[in-house]
């Protein structure tokens, strides 16, 4: 009964290989009696990899787990649940960010990555596949707003929506080996197979997992100035701070921080401004310029800080005073007659940016008045806007906003006119500076109406020292006014580290090892550097602490897009590692060299980032983000591959690199340039850029030869494209076999990670002799009756695995931290 329950394609699995079979009661019997294995066949819950593997390990099988990164060639089955996945490490084959609007197809190399594959077949007789995209479109988004002409008035109402999805399909396509020679001997070697002996899966992403880059926070405590140390409400790890974190004074609590960081925040910009103005201070300064920068740095704050409520239009009419509204309230507020009406978030007209129109919010004008006011109601006057809103029906009317009081714009255009010049006057004197900077705005006397006040700390962690070590202190230097008090320390990470790995590797004569590093870098619109997305990251690679890389993964092509004339929005910026709508393999690097002492290596990665204030590469503190409430991140994936002595001297005997793979073993790196970074980022205006070229370059497809040739993978970089209609369906004229693993799979808000397990029969057919080549096509299309997602999204492809398997090491993140929750507190020095 037990065995007949059990699914078809793993009965095989559950009946012990190479014995006489036993009768099923003695089956049952034998694995009650092991504890752990029966129990877990009817668990539901997680469980780490070891648990999952339910067949005794032979005697080869943990000679490969102590090694490996041995041959993949043997079928040892295992027994695995495959119920529950969500604890198994993802493999990442292939990183992708979809374009704004419109459909894509690739076809990229995967023979990296067959090994694996091919070990998960022989292993579990079939592999686990996931896709997920990082959308929160559903099949309603849809949304009304209103049309201003720039150079008319007019107003028009529209329509428009972010989209519904993607319909997603995702197929391997395996050639073969040649069953006879047909062609000369240049052509033969051409198609020497190029495939890993083992694998290393250093780094790769989970359900969007990234690293958060230079994240600052803010954890509050309590002071005990008697005892000499703070004791945090929270256990807290303190390894990637850059110097010892400050304690100040937050009676109110890490809130209060918060918005004095705010406000720091637009001090500094003032001074960024000012310092970018005064260049190496070799020309004067334009000071109308100035000024104009400053003003309109004033005008965004005094927008984004005034306190305001929004309101419904429930009724227009037409008297002889002119065109008056009826607006509800969302909130009951303080109004006056005559006080300003301002356009809600829903109105748009045409701005320019840089070299192109956009359609932007309304400069935050008003466009009319309060006429008379009952409780939550009030009536507004449009007199002066009649070409908008003679022609509207109510319910096309736009959502409005009236200041919560009648002082409140006053109030806000003061504080920040003191908190911009004060920053102004900081960078002429020279003295810029990107750090955090807590400032209150408090009112004074008339002649100052504003006093701005910078918080100090009084004293540091002393991060070095063991948090139970509070002896050897000096008496006296905190101050009986901070004795015993809440206090909130700031935890500024200064990321360079990012991660190390540990990992197993021994190299055979003439064997290579080739490093594979993608990262592409996510979140920009409140973080400093407008990273990761726009900022110019270098990428920092240690083998065993010796410096073995700096690579760069910046896209200055974007505007080359071939897709790029059917989207829309910045498709055509450049980027950290990646482009609407593209495909990114990631570099490859010969690491031979490096892997040449016995068994056991490290990998550590370190990050430095151009800052536009200092003109220099450094560690990163997102100091924007954390005044600002956003993140940078960085989505990293990494795996080394071992080529043995034979694959080495194939690649290097094809007539060219037809694969990233095959350049990096013939000639050091699939990517010369990506080892260069530029000592002085070029294109350093972020956002209001145009682009290399406003007219992609419509490359077309590369010729193929008459008769059977070797797909040039290459030949398409760096884009990767194809087109099935044009070329017809991809392998087909060379023997390839087109597996489908995702088909039409439409994913939204709610189907943003999909799995599914293809079984060895499927992948590898018995006519199959052998595998050649793998290739990974990718497409992208408009879901049936709905709209294709109107925005970059990031998109992955890959594997999951239990853990090791024969031949493939998946190496676990570095063990967390230890954290304390009191710690000795230290002076802060002498001035």
Known sequence: TFLASYPPENRAMATPQRQRPLPICLVLCSWTVQAGCFTSLLETKPRRAPALLQTRLEADDLARKLRPDGDAKENTSRFVNFTNTDSWPKMELLRFVTPYGTDMEALVDLTPYSQMLQSSLSTFRKAIFYVEIDTWVSNDTNRSYLYVNNETG??????????????????????????????????????????????????????????????????????????????????????????????????????????????????????????????????????????????????????????????????????????????????????????????????????????????????????????????????????????????????????????????????????????????????????????????????????????????????????????????????????????????????????????????????????????????????????????????????????????????????????????????????????????????????????????????????????????????????????????NSDKAMLAVASNIFIYDEHTVAAARKKSKSFTKAEAALRDGCSDPDALKPPAVPRDLAQMDTSAVSTTPLMRSDPPLPPGRSRYDFEARSPWYFYNESKEGSPGASDDGVLVPVFQGRLMQSNSRHLEIAIEKKAITPKKMSSWQQVALRLRLEKPTGKETDHWDRFGSVGMLLPGDIAGVQVMEETATPETFRTWKVQAPPLR
């Open 154 to 627: 007019m107003c028009t109402p529209a329509k428009t929506s972010d989209g519904n999805g993607w319909n997603v399909s995702v197929d391997l396509l395996i050639w073969q080996k040649p069953s006879k020679s047909t062609f000369g001997s240049s052509s033969d070697l051409d198609y020497a197979k190029v495939q890993p002996r083992a694998t290393i899966a250093l780094a790769s992403i989970s359900n969007f997992r990234q690293f958060d880059l230079g994240v600052v926070s803010v954890i509050n405590g309590t002071l005990q100035a008697s005892q000499k140390q703070l004791t945090l409400a929270e256990a807290t790890d303190f390894s990637l701070v850059a110097g010892p974190p400050a304690v100040y004074p937050c009676p109110d609590g890490p809130d209060s921080m918060k918005r004095a960081a705010q406000t720091g925040f637009i001090s500094r910009q003032a001074e960024a401004v000012v310092a970018e103005m005064l260049g190496d201070g070799s020309k004067a300064v334009n000071e109308s310029a100035l000024k104009e920068r400053l003003d309109d740095l004033e005008q965004m704050y005094v927008e984004s800080l005034t306190p305001t409520l929004a309101g419904t239009v429930t009724a227009a009419k037409t008297t002889f005073e002119g065109m008056m509204l009826t607006v509800n309230l969302s909130d009951k507020a303080e109004l006056r007659q005559g006080m300003p009406v301002f356009y809600g978030s829903d109105v748009v007209t045409d701005k320019k940016m840089g070299s192109r129109w956009f359609n932007s919010s309304l400069p935050w004008k008003p466009f009319g008045f309060v006429e008379g006011v009952n409780g939550t109601t009030f009536i507004m006057n449009v007199s002066s806007q009649l070409l908008c809103f003679a022609k509207l029906n109510v319910t096309d009317m736009p959502k409005v906003m009236v200041l919560a009081s009648p002082d409140a714009l006053e109030t806000v255009q003061g504080k920040v006119k003191a908190i911009v010049r004060r920053g102004a006057d900081t960078g002429l004197l020279g003295q810029a500076r990107n750090d955090l900077l807590f400032l209150h705005v408090s009112e004074g006397a008339e002649s100052a109406k504003w006093i701005l006040t910078q918080d100090a700390p009084i004293g540091y962690l002393a991060t070095s020292e063991k948090a139970s070590n509070f002896s050897n202190f000096s008496d006296g230097f905190l101050t009986k006014e901070v004795s015993a008090t809440q206090v909130c320390v700031v935890k500024q990470n200064r990321q360079g580290f990012l991660f190390t790995r540990r990992f197993n590797a021994s190299l055979a004569a003439g064997e290579r090892a080739l490093l594979q590093l993608v990262v592409t870098g996510h979140g920009w619109a409140q973080t400093t550097e407008q990273c990761g997305e726009y900022c110019h990251a270098i990428y920092h690679l240690k083998i065993d602490g010796k410096s073995f890389a700096n690579v760069t993964q910046w896209r200055p092509d974007c505007g080359l897009n071939p897709i790029g004339h059917n989207q829309h929005g910045t498709w055509d910026e450049h980027r950290n590692g990646w482009c609407p709508g593209s495909v990114e393999p990631g570099v490859f690097i010969d690491a031979t060299d490096f892997l040449q002492s016995p068994l056991k290596h490290s990998l550590t990665l370190d990050v430095t980032v151009w800052s536009n204030l200092t003109h220099e590469y450094a560690p990163y503190s997102d100091f924007s983000g954390y005044a």
